[in-house]
């Protein structure tokens, strides 16, 4: 679930930006391709840290085209890959174009879990530009806290440069664009600690270093974030079947 619009090589398809070849980032930066580098980027950012974190297990939410999840089961070997989009073509080619011993592919809906995801906790969630395609926000983030392992993390970003919150952006996929103050407070909720670009503890910040001097920018401004440990609420009206 990416867009900002369709462009020549690199494309979007739907909502998903797909790469033309390699997926190079300082190839794209020296092209000067910000449509490239805005997607590439974070998952240069994302493998780095986790390398340092080391999880078994990532789900990789929205990949789309499945370039990100290919990204970082490469490599981190020693982690399972597993990545998700609602759009069953999507998943149908990432499948034919990519192919790592630790990486699978499946078909999934966020805002239907375990009905079309299952019940497995995962040591790491990554949510790279999808809230802001999701009209049931709430049930998304609850989703991926009852899903993370114990001291498992969520690593986000969406759109969030605005001074006020967008209800109706001007790009037809998106249900909502942030601004930062919203998001934080919407985060919060589900999570005890929000790591931003801006904290000293940010992990890797001389990834987005790359880019200084260049043709090419990209807003730090909660985007992304790295979410650490989620609020689990005793709830006391138990699921069907449970």
């Known amino acids: ?49 986790l390398a340092d974190v080391g999880p078994g297990s990532v789900l990789d939410l929205a990949c789309g085209a499945g370039y990100g999840s290919h990204h970082l089961a490469r490599r981190l070997p ?25 990486l699978s592919f ?8 375990e009905e079309t995801i299952g019940r497995e906790r995962f040591d790491c969630v990554v949510a790279f ?3 802001e395609h999701v009209s049931h926000r709430e049930i998304l983030a609850q989703s991926v806290v009852e899903h993370l392992a114990s001291g498992g993390r969520l690593l986000l970003s969406t ?8 209800l109706e952006p001007e790009w037809e996929f998106h249900r909502i664009e942030y601004s930062a103050r919203a ?41 992304p974030i790295v979410c650490e440990r989620p609020i689990l609420v005793d709830n006391p009206y138990p699921r069907a079947g449970s």
């Open 106 to 113: 499946a078909a999934g809906d966020a805002t239907r879990w």
């Open 1 to 49: 679930m990416f867009g900002f619009g369709r462009n020549e090589g690199n494309r979007v398809v739907d909502e998903h930006f797909v790469p033309a070849g390699e997926t190079d980032l300082k190839s794209a930066i020296a092209a000067g391709d910000a449509n490239a580098v805005h997607h590439l980027i974070r998952y240069e950012w994302a493998e780095r840290h």
């Open 159 to 166: 759109p969030c440069g605005w001074d006020e919150t967008r």
């Open 78 to 102: 020693g982690t399972r890959v597993l990545g998700v989009d609602y759009d069953a073509g999507a998943i149908e080619s990432a499948r034919k174009t990519y192919r790592a011993a630790n």
């Open 183 to 223: 998001l934080y407070d919407f985060l919060r909720r589900y999570f005890s600690r929000i790591v931003r670009p801006e904290d000293a503890a940010f992990p890797h910040r001389e990834v987005f270093d790359l880019l200084s001097g260049g043709p090419v920018t990209y807003l730090l401004k909660m985007n």
């Open 129 to 131: 530009d999808m809230i």
